[in-house]
């Protein structure tokens, strides 16, 4: 499945390996555009829609059907091998991405998550968004108002938001449905068997807040990730990228000056 993507370049030309922002479930490329906009500083920068997300095809998700429509696509774009940056679900899409195909990553940035079956309330946001109850007009006021219901942190609502098609017929843009069809998928972790490692550099920022990377998870990182280190970034929950954008810019800053 080819993706959608939005690209963007430096202003001199550069030979310098390309960079890919893979977004967390019910996100989409354009909540990246801050931290593509740094990056694209330097290099090229390329933000994907996965499958069921923005402007990308719907279907069935599992992690395997994810990294291939992930290398297809850039593949397509000439942007292999490439940078992988994943928040949150596209996190575990980089790691196995990673784990699976290490000659086409050249180095591995993780957003808040571990290499471990994860939820903390996905299943339910999802169910709840699912069955919210759209007016016959909406226009983004109106839907700031009705997402409250749903999501407490505004920074995380304002993201939310871009989900939602406004107008007449209001709704939501992404296959919630094939979402919520394939959440035990999502939120699983596929078995890797003894010696499977990816030994590029790898950096995990974790939010303070958020539980999503524990020292439970430090055995199984060392593991996988042999060339990683952790950095975790002060007084921010689970959306780490959204809450302080330039904290989270100024790690991957530097994280990429080292590639």
Not at 49 to 55: F, I, T
Not at 84 to 110: W, Y
Not at 169 to 189: D, F, K, Q, T, Y
Not at 240 to 247: N, Q, R, T, V, Y
């Amino acid at each position: 499945m080819l993706l959608n993507v939005i690209e963007r370049r430096p202003l001199q030309a550069d030979t310098r390996l390309p960079v890919v922002f893979l977004h967390g479930l019910f996100g989409r490329a354009r909540n990246m555009g801050f931290l593509q906009r740094q990056a694209s500083q330097t290099r090229r920068a390329l933000a994907l829609d996965l499958r069921n997300h923005g402007e990308s095809p719907h279907g069935p998700m599992d992690y395997p059907k994810m990294v291939e429509d992930v290398l297809e696509t850039l593949e397509a774009h000439n942007a292999l091998p490439a940078v992988l940056i994943g928040h949150s679900m596209g996190g575990k899409l980089a790691m196995i991405a990673a784990l699976q195909h290490p000659e086409q990553v050249a180095a591995l940035l993780v957003a808040d998550m571990a290499p471990a079956r994860t939820g903390y309330g996905q299943s339910t946001l999802a169910e709840k968004m699912l069955h919210l109850k759209f007016p016959p007009f909406l226009d983004r006021k109106a839907a700031t108002t009705l997402l409250e219901k749903l999501i407490d942190k505004r920074d995380v609502r304002d993201l939310m938001l871009q989900n939602v098609r406004l107008g007449q017929n209001p709704g939501w843009e992404i296959g919630l449905p094939e979402i919520m069809a394939s959440m035990p998928n999502i939120e699983n972790w596929p078995y890797m068997p003894e010696g499977h490692a990816y030994d590029g550099l790898t950096l995990f920022i974790r939010g303070e807040h958020s539980p999503y990377i524990g020292a439970q998870h430090q055995a199984v990182m060392n593991r996988l990730f042999p060339r990683h280190r952790l950095e975790t970034l002060p007084n921010v929950g689970h959306w780490l990228h959204a809450e302080d954008p330039k904290g989270f810019s100024k790690l991957m800053m530097k994280f990429l000056a080292e590639v």
